[in-house]
C-alpha cells in the first residue's frame, strides 16, 4: 500500500516536472512527451557516445583517481607525514594549552554572559547611543575651547615678547641717556 502511494506520488511529480518543461505543447500534441524517458534516451547517448572513444573509456575508469587529485587537501596528505602533523601539534601546544585555559574561563563565566544585565544590552543601545552623540558633541565642543585657549596663549606670548622688546628699549634708551649724564646705574 505504501509502495503505492509512493510510486503514485512519484508519478504526480514526474507529471508535475513534465508540465513544467514542456509546458502546453506537452499536453496537446499527438504524442505525449515524458522527461524521464527524454533524460533516459539522453544518457543512453551520451553512454553510447563515450563507449566509442577509448579516451573517455580510459577517463570513465580513472575518475575516481581524478576526484581524490582534485580534493584540495591531497597535497596536504602527501606533502605532510604524519609524523610531521604530530611535531606541528607539539610545537603548538603551549598555545593549544592557552587555548584549553581560555576556553575552560569562558565555561565557567557562561552564567555571566546569560545573565539579565546582558539580555537588557539592547535596551540600553538607544540610550548608550544619544549618550555618544552627546558625548561627541561635547568633544567637538572641547576641541573648539582648547584652540581658542591655544590662540590666546600664543596673543599672550606675542604681547610678553613685545612687552619684553619695547622694555629692553626703553633700558638701553635710559642707560644711554644715564651715562650721557654721568649717573651710573645702582646695581
Not at 546582558?118 to 561635547?138: G, Y
Request: charged share 35%; with cysteine; hydrophobic share 35%.
Amino acid at each position: 500500500m505504501e509502495k503505492k502511494m509512493a510510486s503514485d506520488n512519484l508519478e504526480m511529480r514526474l507529471q508535475a516536472l513534465d508540465s513544467r518543461i514542456y509546458g502546453e505543447r506537452g499536453n496537446k500534441g499527438c504524442k505525449q512527451l515524458k522527461c524521464a524517458e527524454s533524460l533516459a534516451r539522453i544518457q543512453a547517448g551520451l553512454t553510447n557516445t563515450a563507449n566509442k572513444r577509448e579516451r573517455v573509456k580510459i577517463l570513465h575508469k580513472k575518475i575516481e583517481d581524478l576526484m581524490k587529485y582534485l580534493d584540495p587537501q591531497f597535497t596536504d596528505r602527501m606533502a605532510v607525514p604524519d609524523t610531521m602533523k604530530l611535531e606541528f601539534i607539539l610545537a603548538e601546544e603551549d598555545f593549544l594549552l592557552s587555548q584549553a585555559t581560555l576556553l575552560e574561563q569562558v565555561d565557567t563565566l557562561q552564567p555571566l554572559l546569560d545573565s539579565s544585565y546582558i539580555r537588557d544590552v539592547p535596551e540600553h543601545a538607544t540610550k548608550l547611543q544619544r549618550l555618544s552623540q552627546i558625548h561627541i558633541k561635547q568633544q567637538d565642543q572641547v576641541d573648539a575651547q582648547c584652540q581658542d585657549v591655544k590662540k590666546l596663549f600664543e596673543d599672550y606670548n606675542k604681547m610678553m615678547f613685545l612687552l619684553s622688546k619695547q622694555f629692553t628699549q626703553w633700558d638701553e634708551t635710559l642707560r644711554k641717556l644715564e651715562e650721557a649724564k654721568g649717573i651710573r646705574p645702582v646695581e
